[in-house]
């Protein structure tokens, strides 16, 4: 987590910081800083809270300068505090540096230093890092050298051999305030490239507006950026030409508009996102979908006697569903797999096995290590993923954006619904190789095409959403329970639920919960129970009597026109019939739309909720 900037040239430094702050807050809010350099040394100005807090400092006392760096913090190593802010000073204040990612061994390197006489006056791991620069430099010049471009880089990268860890890098020097020193390993760094600028950020947003020429940093690769140059090199191997890349499409429509909350924002955007998703995949004629980017031949593609799907939090939620939807219409065996657990996990995988990575950022730290991982053993390893030109995205051997747009509130909303739409796709293209029929490919293209207007009109539910997530506001604990195709969408409802209000939720395949969870069951405790029209219908009503019969209050999503369920439930949210297979595309929006209003009532940051950040990039 965490975001990091840079800039040198002849701008406003602190605008360009600020602004690239304000874009990567979604990585971590839990404090702000920036450090700006000039011929009359490094200032630093760093604040607990959201970059807007930082701003306001910086209007108070502004700084101006030749180059400067900036972070946005998810606490890893030590509270969130002014003190623990980033950036960080090495040494007497000769170096100055923010930065992504885990140091491991921070806690033997820091009792190295301290021997050495160096005082922490920090919490964090990255202090470590800022004083082994400090130190290496300082040997140098203890030997004779000068501090120029050369000793500086030396500095970094001896220190770079002894981190353990993962680390994005941006480094200052007190006596070169045109200098700066970017590093990657294991969290995502680009430099952009301007006219006389340069500027280094950790994903590709900040730049837009700024430069659309783009370098990628490598794993253990360095960038030495000077106002009109830019070396880089590899740690261990040495220079490597830059390979200058046009960013394109990368969108930073983060207009909130009417709306209050991303969130919210983001809900009503389902319509549209799934229309994009769709967009130019559906082949008529043929009743199938298409792709431009898998990237493997027909015939390679019908091999394929196995699909594993690996993500993380919803995205993961998604791949469950993605799971029942391939073995129901492409009958391919699928395993859906924690990224976190797949990382370190062996299990039996033949070349005839192909891999997809599910995540809307592209760049969690699990779901990139395991995708790294099946690539590393020659299989065919894909991305369904919505941000463009993201570790993930550049890493995957080929893949399917969801084009769902910026996903600015940290509860994932439309990328869930993007996610499943293009596995249904998926799923529509692996069968029609396999053993769907013209006509069921038909159907399956005029069901898909129906759901964003499905969708606007489910929308309707908010009303009504309101109301229930008021009355039920003051719970400590819920249950999701759903089945088949909606036993994700319990889990992803609870997920939602526990992310923004804070409330303790479960979800539950409807019938496992005689097997445990039904002890919870008491008339404090409501149960969500996703109960659409399906083929076991009956068996999650009788599901639903067993919480009745124990006095548990239900809420009950169900399809447009069922009494019973209106006689059963204490309040029930209908939302429009659709196929079972497509249901979570319906069911997943009132459920976003109740842990949302259940977060305000509780008068939570649904948009940045506690403890959380939007892109989980440390292990
Ligand atoms: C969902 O609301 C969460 N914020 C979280 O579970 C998220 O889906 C997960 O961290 C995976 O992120 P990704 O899709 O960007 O990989």
């Not at 994009?276 to 990237?295: C, I, P, Q, S």
């Not at 029942?324 to 797999?337: D, G, I, K, N, S």
């Not at 370190?344 to 990575?357: C, G, H």
């Amino acid at each position: 987590m965490c975001g990091i900037v840079g800039y040198i040239g002849p701008r406003d430094v602190t605008h360009f910081l600020l602004e690239g702050l304000h874009r990567l807050e979604y990585r971590g809010y839990d404090s702000a800083g920036v450090a700006v350099s000039s011929l009359g040394g490094i200032e630093i100005r760093k604040r607990e809270g959201r970059v807007s807090r930082l701003a306001a400092l910086l209007e108070e006392q502004p700084v101006s300068g030749l180059a400067g760096i900036g972070h946005t913090r998810w606490a890893t190593h030590g509270v969130p505090s002014d003190t623990n802010s980033h950036p960080h000073t090495g040494g007497n204040g000769e170096v100055v540096l923010v930065h992504n990612g885990v140091i491991e061994n921070y806690d033997s390197l820091r009792t190295q230093l301290q021997g050495l006489g160096y005082v922490f006056r920090t919490e964090t791991d990255t202090e470590a890092i800022a004083h082994l620069v400090a130190h290496h430099l300082g040997e140098q010049i203890k030997l004779g050298s000068d501090i120029n471009k050369d000793t500086c880089l030396k500095a970094v990268t001896l220190t770079l051999g002894r981190l353990k860890g993962t680390y994005g890098l941006a480094v200052l020097f007190r006596e070169l305030p045109d200098l700066i020193i970017a590093a990657r390993n294991g969290s995502p760094l680009v430099v952009g490239v301007g006219k006389g600028e340069y500027f280094v950020a950790s994903d590709a947003s900040p730049l837009v507006g700024f430069t659309d020429q783009v370098v990628y940093l490598d794993d253990h690769e360095l960038a030495v950026i000077t106002a009109d140059n830019m070396d880089l090199q590899h740690r261990e191997t040495g220079e490597r030409a830059p390979s200058v890349q046009t960013l394109d499409q990368v969108s930073t429509d983060t207009d909130l508009g009417d709306f209050e909350h991303y969130m919210l924002k983001e809900i009503y955007e389902q319509p549209h996102t799934i229309e994009n998703a769709l967009r130019g995949r559906l082949d008529d004629d043929e009743a199938t979908a298409k792709f431009g980017g898998l990237n493997l031949s027909a015939q390679e593609l019908r091999r394929i006697d196995r699909i594993v799907l690996t993500a993380c939090g919803t995205s993961w939620h998604a791949g469950l569903v993605g799971e029942y939807m391939l073995e129901e219409f492409a009958r391919v065996p699928v395993e859906v797999e924690y990224a976190s657990e797949l990382r370190y996990r062996n299990p039996p995988m033949s070349d005839r096995t192909m891999v997809f990575a599910i995540t809307q950022s592209g760049e969690t730290a699990d779901t990139l290590a395991a995708m790294r991982e099946c690539k590393r053993k020659g299989l065919p390893t894909l991305a369904i993923c919505n941000t463009v030109g993201s570790t993930i995205a550049r890493e995957a051997d080929g893949g399917v954006y969801l084009h769902a747009g910026p996903e600015i509130g940290v509860a994932s909303t439309k990328a869930f619904t993007s996610q499943v739409t293009v596995l249904a796709l998926l799923s529509l293209f692996f069968g029609r190789m396999r053993n769907l029929s013209y006509q069921a490919g038909k159907r399956f293209i005029y069901n898909l095409k129906s759901m964003p207007e499905v969708i606007t009109k489910t929308l309707e539910v908010h009303e009504k959403v309101k109301h229930v997530a008021e009355k039920y506001a003051h719970a400590n604990n819920f249950l999701y329970l759903g089945r088949l195709y909606n036993f994700p969408v319990a889990l992803e409802g609870a997920l939602k639920l526990k992310e923004i209000s804070y409330i303790h939720a479960e979800g539950y395949p409807a019938a496992e919960m005689k097997h445990g969870p039904i002890a919870l069951v008491d008339e404090n405790t409501p149960s969500v129970f996703i109960v659409p029209k399906s083929g076991i219908y009956s068996k999650v009503i009788s599901n639903l009597e067993e919480v009745k019969a124990r006095k548990g209050p239900v809420i009950a999503i169900a399809c447009e026109g069922d009494e019973k369920i209106a006689k059963l439930a204490d309040d029930v949210i209908f939302v429009p019939d659709v196929e079972e297979y497509l249901q979570p595309l319906v069911t997943a929006v009132p459920l976003q739309l109740l842990s949302y209003h259940i977060a305000l009532h509780r008068g939570c940051n649904v948009d940045r909720p506690r403890n959380l950040a939007k892109s989980v990039t440390v292990e």
